[in-house]
């Protein structure tokens, strides 16, 4: 059963550094998202990106935060200066035409930065 | 505001005993809900959502409107089934909004 892959599965930066997380979605499935979650909190939206360009954004999803899909099968999401707050675990999803809400999820990336 | 709410962050029932995992949400709106599933070690996946109104692996949720709650139920629970269940709200076009999560625990 084809699943959503991310990389690194641990990534650890010191603030001020730029990070890329990757994600290689579902080979067929046309929306794509990111979600984090700090430790002990709950899951957060981030942000969905449809059809080349984000769909939609949260408030968390600032400046510091960019979204690609360079080539037909990485989804990546990018932090330009890390800060402290962001260490969190970084979950891409994936979902198909018709189906938006029945998001599969990668096993996330776990992101500290100190 | 839209909000989920799992008032349990833990839950602790013995094998064989019925279990219910509570979910209450605020919406403006008719909201779409779903019951995600994190196994140890494993990854967010979809348990079921209230629109296909399917049971998996014995799990129910029945989306009451009066009450705005979507409490996910099995009759008898399995060791299997210890995972952390996260309730999701379906917001605008694309964005899910989750419950903090309860940690369920199935005692042998």
């Known amino acids: 059963e084809p699943e959503v892959t991310q990389t690194p599965s641990h990534q650890v930066t010191q603030m001020g550094q730029e990070v890329i997380l990757r994600c290689v979605p579902i080979?067929?499935?046309?929306?794509f998202y990111w979600y984090r979650q700090i430790l002990g909190q709950k899951v957060e939206f981030l942000v969905s990106?449809?059809?080349?360009?984000?769909?939609?954004k949260s408030e968390i999803f600032d400046d510091q935060f960019s979204v690609e899909r360079p080539d037909g099968s990485n989804f990546t999401l990018k932090i330009r200066s890390t800060k402290l707050e962001d260490s969190a675990m970084y979950f891409c999803?994936?979902?198909?035409?018709?189906?938006?809400?029945?998001?599969?999820f990668g096993p996330g990336t776990r992101l500290t930065v100190t | 505001a839209q909000r989920v709410t799992q008032p349990e962050k833990l839950l602790s029932v013995f094998k064989g005993a019925p279990v219910e995992l509570k979910c209450n949400y605020s919406?403006?709106?008719?909201?779409?809900l779903f019951w995600y599933v994190q196994y140890s070690r494993q990854r967010l996946q979809l348990l079921l959502r209230?629109?296909?109104?399917?049971s998996i692996k014995g799990f129910t949720a029945d989306l009451n409107k009066g009450e705005t709650s979507f409490h996910l139920k099995k009759p008898f629970a399995q060791e299997e089934d210890s995972a952390m269940y996260y309730c999701?709200?379906?917001?605008?076009?694309?964005?899910?909004?989750w419950g903090a999560g309860t940690k369920l625990i199935i005692k042998p």
């Open positions: 209230h629109i296909s109104r399917e």
């Open positions: 919406y403006s709106g008719s909201p779409e």
């Open positions: 999803a994936s979902s198909r035409q018709g189906a938006k809400y029945e998001q599969y």
């Open positions: 999701a709200l379906s917001h605008s076009n694309y964005q899910l909004i």
């Open positions: 990106f449809y059809n080349n360009e984000i769909s939609e």
């Open positions: 080979s067929n499935h046309l929306y």
